[in-house]
Nanobody, 124 residues
């Protein structure tokens, strides 16, 4: 079993930045894909960004390309999401996910382990 815990959410003005962190603990000796998803009020959870175990493979949603950067510290089993040029439409609860597959996926149901989420609010 893998436990996933996010941190770093908060309130920021439009155009500002935030960095989210996600730490995986438990059976982390395996090589896990890590990803970020978000869910805005009244909407489905959507893929934001994903990173392979090695960090070589990255995947982003079109809506965040050029503004968000995902990275990981393998030694600490920690994944980061640097969010720049934030917009009010980025307001959501952000979830970190982990999976022991070998290919990044944007489908929510394909990810196995989930955190509880951290709220990000971007004011206009």
């Amino acid at each position: 079993q893998v436990q996933v815990v996010e941190s770093g959410g908060g309130l920021v003005q439009a155009g500002g930045s935030l960095r989210l962190s996600c730490t995986a603990s438990g059976r982390t000796s395996r090589k896990y894909l890590m990803g970020w998803f978000r869910q805005a009020p009244g909407k489905d959870r959507e893929f934001v960004a994903g990173i392979s175990w090695s960090g070589d493979d990255l995947l982003y949603a079109d809506s965040v390309k050029g503004r968000f950067t995902i990275s990981r510290d393998g030694a600490k089993n920690t994944v980061y999401l640097q969010m720049n040029s934030l917009k009010p439409e980025d307001t959501a609860v952000y979830f970190c996910a982990a999976d022991n597959g070998d290919q990044l996926k944007i489908v929510t149901a394909a990810w196995t382990f989930w955190g509880q989420g951290t709220r990000v609010t971007v004011s206009s």
